[in-house]
């Protein structure tokens, strides 16, 4: 082949076309697919496309991180209203892993980055995203706008994580409109300051994982709805005595039964065992005994001693204390 001529991809046969699709990372991909319509109906076309992952962030400043079906290359456009920036790239590398990033400049980033989701979503053919972290705070007059574009273009979440910086900020209800709104699978993590008794937002139900860290609004009602199998709730406010009816429920399987790990707000051991399984049937764990149990989802940890509880089809759930809180494990 002569070096000196181009060489005409569009040219080759549909399947050598989809091999070097294979060898280009993302950024590769979605250049050429502008190229022209037939280039863009080329790209479109690619039988791997739909493995690729795409994670979106929504902070100060907007990402749209796409992954190759390798995981060894992570190719990021960074959003921003930094003139500046416009066009630059930079590149750094972990343990062969590479996290590229593209600026793009724009006077209005949020509009920018849907317009820019929506073509990536298209090349890649994702109806779901892997990941989504939005910190409610960072664009609050355009929260629900933000919330209608992803219900309209992302048919579900695997991981979502909603945060704020700014608790002075009130966005409580944006919070309840997003959980209403947004399907999320696997993972919500939720740091977002709520302290209203009032707040209405669903809970996601068959989740493997559940953090809520500001969960004042959980009472003993919500607490009943929630069915996931690894929950994390601090600084709730359901009584001691709640907490004693609850456990008394699970023992007879009418409510958690999937659950795995419960961790809550650290306590005394000897307090909660006075004050909560007071009239409840448990054993006392001698300190020698060393025990490997789940402490969240595909993770586990050696615990010493601890208080058991059992529930009725058999199974035993566990508690401890530890340096960042009071847990549940069952087994």
């Known amino acids: 082949m002569d070096p000196s001529k181009p060489f005409t991809i569009l040219r080759l046969p549909f399947l050598a076309i989809e091999e070097v699709f294979k060898a280009m990372h993302p950024f590769e991909i979605i250049n050429f697919s502008m190229i022209s319509k037939r280039a863009k109906g080329i790209a479109k076309q690619m039988s791997f496309s739909p493995k690729y992952s795409i994670d979106l962030y929504i902070n100060k400043t907007l990402v749209i991180m796409i992954y190759g079906t390798k995981d060894l290359v992570s190719c990021t456009y960074v959003m921003t209203s930094d003139k500046k920036m416009e066009g630059k790239s930079d590149d750094a590398e972990h343990n062969g892993y590479i996290i590229r990033k593209l600026y793009k400049y724009s006077k209005d980033p ?14 890649f053919k994702k109806q779901s995203i892997d990941a989504l972290s939005m910190q409610m705070d960072a664009f609050p007059e355009q929260n629900v706008s933000i919330i209608d574009f992803l219900k309209a273009n992302v048919k579900s979440v695997d991981g979502c994580w909603l945060f704020q910086t700014d608790i002075k900020i009130n966005v409580y209800k944006h919070t309840a409109y997003f959980l209403d709104n ?21 809970i996601p139900k068959n989740l493997k994982e559940l953090y809520i860290i500001n969960s004042e609004w959980i009472g003993f009602k919500r607490l009943l709805e929630i069915d996931s199998k690894t929950v994390t709730l601090k600084n709730y406010k359901i009584s001691d005595e709640q907490w004693n009816l609850f456990f008394k429920i699970w023992i007879e399987m009418k409510t958690h039964v999937n659950l795995e790990y419960l961790e809550l707000d650290y306590r005394n051991i000897e307090q909660f065992r006075a004050l909560v399984l007071h009239d409840i049937p448990h054993e006392v764990v001698d300190l020698g005994v060393k025990r490997v149990l789940n402490i969240s989802f595909n993770d586990t940890q050696e615990v010493t001693g601890g208080i058991d509880i059992r529930r009725i089809d058999g199974k035993t759930a566990t508690f401890f204390d530890h340096y960042t809180g009071f847990s549940m494990s069952v087994h």
């Open 110 to 123: 949020v509009e920018e980055w849907k317009l820019l989701f929506k073509y990536v979503r298209e090349i």
């Open 182 to 202: 947004i399907k999320i699978n696997s993972v919500l993590f939720s740091n977002v300051y709520v302290n209203n008794v009032n707040f209405d937002g669903r």
